[in-house]
């Protein structure tokens, strides 16, 4: 390799090791077909690749000493970027951040170890060593090796998405941007940065710490363009129960108003009818006409509904609905909030309770009191097996775990939105939901 055996050797492990750091986020991504021989023949083109990008940077090594640099170190990320279009079947945004955060990991290990090696006196242009200026021992290059890459396992386990993101223009977008930032800092400011490391110790001392710093900020950016990702999709998903709640409140509304006004002319008719039936059918027809015309009176028309509609799917279950309700203060709320917001507290009791094998357990006990401070709700049920709350709330226990959760999600939302408090405790065998709202204000 003669000359440029220093710059091959220099550009070559930058693009393993980085290439290694990327993959580490990458690792649940839909791969494309003959992935390993993918793999193996991009690894191979962009070892000699690399090479070649060396024979440049070394023949250029005068007066165009910094573009060509800057140049070199663009054209292996670029390699390893290419690699991942090559070898994995996902969108582009997703690519382009597994290995903005892969390549910030790697700035961030390679960066360190030396930092530490500073602070603790030793030269890291003239040793690997923690310990001596002079010498190197077998000890020193697995310390070396072992430090790089349990700083990259950890930073990939803590920065990892478990989730893959949702395409939209605004995630898209800032993704692009950090891909840019992420290119030219690191290829740019960086690796020119390097060449006067050796000017001064502390300006040593403030690139590296800029480079860790630097990678930890995209880091944490690219975790916080997830995080917004996910909530943006849990709000759609959100707002798309609600709207499909909306509908449905109408339409229960509408039947429930129909049955109570055709119960209430039966009634006439069934007056003069009843002399004519047996004892077992008048009590029947008089139980069913009873059970249909039953008005709740809350002081909430959208409140009475969802009790009228949840006692008739109680006592299909087998359950008994008790209800001390005033709502007439729940102007806070809009139509489709405060159907989804009890509709959710009874479904899921309704859910829990199914399991209860004690009859004298198949209770829902909800409460709607006015107080000095606000609208308290509070509903609380038994319900059998382990129950586990993640960030305050119970993890579903239905199989389709990506569309369900969401109600406890919706009716947190409501009520934060409004400036209350929800809270969700399950002790034993009672799982209990307290809702504070503050009064609506002039």
Request: glycine residues 4%; hydrophobic residues 45%.
């Amino acid at each position: 390799m003669g000359k440029y055996i220093y710059n091959a050797f220099s550009l070559i492990l930058f693009f393993w090791e980085c290439q290694f750091c990327i993959l580490l986020f990458m690792f649940k991504h839909k791969k494309r077909k003959y992935f390993i021989l993918r793999y193996i023949g991009c690894v191979i083109a962009g070892t000699l690749l690399s090479y070649a990008v060396a024979m440049v940077n070394t023949e250029f090594s005068g007066e165009f000493h910094l573009l060509t640099r800057v140049l070199c170190y663009c054209a292996i990320s670029s390699l390893n970027l290419a690699t991942l279009f090559v070898c994995y079947k996902e969108p582009t945004y997703e690519i382009l951040l597994c290995w903005c955060c892969g390549t910030a990991v790697y700035q961030i290990s390679n960066k360190l170890y030396p930092l530490i090696q500073n602070f603790a006196g030793i030269d890291d242009k003239t040793t690997i060593s923690l310990f001596d200026n002079t010498h190197i021992m077998w000890y020193d290059w697995l310390i070396f090796l072992s430090f790089h890459l349990s700083v990259q396992l950890v930073l990939a386990k803590i920065f990892n998405r478990k989730e893959f993101l949702n395409a939209d223009k605004a995630t898209t977008r800032n993704i692009v941007l950090v891909a840019v930032v992420t290119l030219f800092c690191v290829n740019g400011l960086i690796c020119v940065a390097r060449i006067y490391e050796t000017e001064s110790f502390a300006l040593n001392i403030i690139i590296k710490l800029f480079t860790v710093g630097f990678g930890l900020t995209i880091l944490i950016i690219s975790k916080y363009i997830f995080i917004q990702n996910r909530q943006k999709q849990e709000m759609n998903i959100i707002k798309e129960l609600w709207r499909q709640e909306k509908m449905q409140f109408k339409s229960i509304k509408a039947n429930i108003d129909f049955i109570n006004s055709k119960c209430h002319d039966l009634k006439h008719v069934f007056a003069k009818f009843e002399g004519k039936m047996d004892v077992a059918e008048i009590e029947e027809l008089k139980w069913a006409m009873n059970f249909y015309d039953k008005t709740v009176k809350t002081g909430n028309d959208i409140l009475d509904v969802v009790l009228c509609e949840k006692i008739v799917l109680c006592d299909e279950y087998g359950i008994n609905l008790s209800c001390l309700a005033d709502g007439s203060r729940l102007d806070m709320l809009s139509v489709s909030q405060t159907y989804s917001l009890f509709s959710n507290i009874i479904d899921n009791a309704i859910t829990a309770l199914k399991k209860v094998k004690d009859e004298e357990k198949r209770i829902i006990t909800l409460s709607v009191k006015n107080t000095v401070e606000g609208v308290e709700i509070e509903e609380y049920n038994y319900f059998e097996g382990a129950l586990a709350l993640t960030d305050g709330l119970p993890q579903t226990i239905k199989e389709d775990k990506a569309r369900h959760g969401y109600g406890m999600k919706s009716m947190k939302y409501i009520v934060e939105n409004h400036g209350g408090i929800f809270t969700v405790t399950a002790e034993e065998d009672i799982f209990d939901v307290k809702i504070k709202l503050p009064y609506k204000t002039a």
